[in-house]
């Protein structure tokens, strides 16, 4: 069974630093590109990073280049998100999800979510 | 960067309604569209993908249609189950990677 398990998330203050981790399990890890998608409170989905399945392609969106950084260690089957600078906006779930690889990129295994708080 | 609009913002129907969302890009996007279906608390559940291939497992009462701009999400007979919100996705475009629509909440009337 495929799972995706995020861990890191809770409260920062404005500026502050927070990494956060998503263990898979299930399928080989290293065969697929993942990514970082957010939620805001009461809000929409909002994708924020891609990293390949070698992590020889990243992509940001412009809300948190600059600011965050994606990595994964396929060998600890593993995938990271460091987010610095953060600001009140950041607070959101952070979701990890699989890309299939299909030409559309959908995402078709997510994990239960993170939440991370942004507040003085 | 393409934009995607979702109509209505939110819709409310009976169960056994047909149900009808659409999703325009803001420029041709071919075929690379994606729905998702979110429940209250819930991670996003992959429905649609490539706008018309049902993924597996997602009963067949969903179904999708469209390319370039204008995309339709069907639900044939809604089920309690049904009542959500559902995101369209688009890949077409890089930079962003990935872009969603606003979403569609679905209630119960």
């Known amino acids: 069974e495929v799972q995706l398990v995020e861990s890191g998330g809770g409260l920062v203050q404005p500026g502050g630093s927070l990494r956060l981790s998503c263990a898979a399990s299930g399928f080989t890890f290293s065969s697929y590109s993942m990514n970082w998608v957010r939620q805001a409170p009461g809000k929409g989905l909002e994708w924020v990073s891609y990293i390949s399945s070698s992590s020889s392609t990243i992509y940001y969106a412009d809300s948190v280049k600059g600011r965050f950084t994606i990595s994964r260690d396929n060998a600890k089957n593993s995938l990271y998100l460091q987010m610095n600078s953060l600001r009140d906006e950041d607070t959101a779930v952070y979701y990890c999800?699989?890309?299939?690889?299909?030409?559309?990129?959908?995402?078709?295994?997510w994990g239960q979510g993170t939440l991370v708080t942004v507040s003085s | 960067d393409i934009q995607m609009t979702q109509s209505p913002s939110s819709l409310s129907a009976s169960v056994g309604d047909r149900v009808t969302i659409t999703c325009r890009a803001s420029?041709?996007?071919?075929?690379?569209l994606n729905w998702y279906q979110q429940k209250p608390g819930k991670a996003p559940k992959l429905l649609i993908y490539a706008a018309s291939s049902l993924q597996s497992g997602v009963p067949s009462r969903f179904s999708g249609s469209g390319s370039g701009t204008d995309f339709t999400l069907t639900i044939s007979s809604l089920q309690p189950e049904d009542f959500a919100t559902y995101y369209c996705q688009q890949s077409y475009s890089t930079p962003p990677r990935v872009t969603f629509g606003q979403g569609t909440r679905l209630e119960i009337k």
């Open positions: 420029q041709s996007i071919s075929s690379y």
């Open positions: 999800a699989r890309d299939t690889g299909y030409d559309t990129d959908p995402f078709d295994y």
